[in-house]
């Protein structure tokens, strides 16, 4: 068994372009041994965003640790909030942006 | 995108026998489209237990949402806590107690 401190995993900037004011953390990832998928800690500062995407191929589990945030699918927006699940199938589109006053924290699994 | 909001998915009983205290809610699951690995909140009483057991071919990933418990692996005890984030591979076996005064709650990711 693996115990990880996610406050002492390193944080990395998402990749994504247009993304701001974000950091991310592989909690459970490939070097770790992970064979289907991996666990990411996301943290989206107030004023933050990650910017409407998608993937072909690829879901999103989500489960909000902490916060409230928009969610927008290129389309419609809601409101989303600690203890709400998500599931971004392949396709979909989506996005956060953090119009909070307090950091919005959530786990994101993918598949490997 | 589906969104659920965790209390609103019904609540169910671990069939694992020994387990006290214990619900469980399917956040993602095969009935909602995921094709790979399925995400469920585990919420332990204080005072519960899910006894030792271990998987021949399942992986978790887990993430402290809430509180503290004594994780033992068979052979050792350990304190996990809120922001842990634990990784066991198949044939690991794992039990959390709660012996504090509050419910310890987790996410637990598992291969489909």
Sequence with gaps: MMLKHSHEVPEEKPSL??????????????KDGARHYAMR???????GLIPVHSHDETEHEIYII???????????KIVVNKNDALFVQPGDK???INNSDKPFKFICVIPL
């Design 17 to 30: 372009q247009g993304t701001k004011g974000c950091i991310l953390r592989w909690l459970v990832a490939k």
């Design 41 to 47: 800690l996301f943290e989206l500062q107030p004023g």
């Design 66 to 76: 902490d916060g409230t945030a928009t969610f927008d699918d290129g389309k419609n």
């Design 94 to 96: 989506h996005s956060f």
